[in-house]
């Protein structure tokens, strides 16, 4: 499809729950990138991909975040023993060169 | 120090005024430069590239001055539709390489 489909819109987790987060992007769109907005700060690079394998996980927490993009199933990214502070939107982006396509992100909150 | 830097407002503005934004960027091997909006925590989305030439779409006006390492949006004749979170966004310009953001501008238009 011509739209990055992330699911699911919203995620409610307690505290140290697991929160896990899909992302489908483009059809042909070699890179996927994903992004964490809490409030009203800026987009937080966390991974990208080419195809399945990483591209840079500069961004990406040491602890308890995980993603991978397997063929022909949805990328994903994982949060293991959610905390108050993973309380954010996370977009997903994808890019053949250099346009990027956003998704409409997935709102997780954490209580 | 950010790499992207923006006075965060709120601009608030009457309709028909002219609002300028300005953006500084620290790394100097950046070659991309955007103006995304985003709206009430909704995906960002393109408003305009920004070439050293400057350029116009419409009422905007988007310049780029490489040696200060600093962009300026201008938007004439404020709309109440253009309310909205505006993000300095900057970029390898390398297939795959993740987008910079500003923590964005936030303009509030009104009647």
């Known amino acids: 499809g011509e739209e990055v489909a992330q699911t699911p819109k919203h995620l409610v987790r307690g505290e140290g729950q697991k929160a896990k987060l899909y992302c489908a992007p483009i059809?042909?769109?070699?890179?996927v990138f994903w992004y964490q907005q809490v409030l009203k700060n800026e987009f937080k690079f966390l991974i990208s991909f080419q195809n399945e394998n990483v591209f840079d996980e500069t961004g990406m927490p040491k602890e308890r975040f995980s993603a991978k993009c397997l063929p022909n199933s949805p990328c994903s990214l994982e949060i293991q023993a959610t905390k108050l502070e993973d309380s954010a939107v996370y977009f997903c982006?994808?890019?053949?060169?250099?346009?990027?396509?956003f998704g409409s992100g997935t709102r997780l909150t954490v209580v | 120090r950010k790499e992207v830097e923006q006075d965060p407002g709120p601009f608030n503005v009457p309709e028909g005024a002219t609002v300028a934004f300005n953006c500084t960027y620290s790394?100097?091997?950046?070659?991309?430069f955007f103006w995304y909006r985003q709206d009430c925590r909704k995906e960002p989305k393109l408003l305009m590239s920004?070439?050293?030439s400057g350029n116009e779409d419409g009422r905007f006006t988007a310049q780029l001055n490489r040696a200060s390492q600093y962009i300026s949006l201008l938007i004439r004749d404020s709309k109440l539709s253009d309310s909205a979170t505006y993000l300095c966004?900057?970029?390898?310009?390398?297939?795959?390489?993740?987008?910079?953001f500003g923590k964005g501008t936030t303009l509030s238009v009104s009647s």
């Open positions: 790394n100097s091997a950046s070659q991309s």
């Open positions: 059809k042909g769109h070699s890179y």
């Open positions: 982006a994808s890019s053949q060169s250099h346009g990027y396509t």
């Open positions: 966004v900057v970029n390898l310009n390398q297939a795959g390489t993740a987008l910079i």
């Open positions: 920004v070439y050293s």
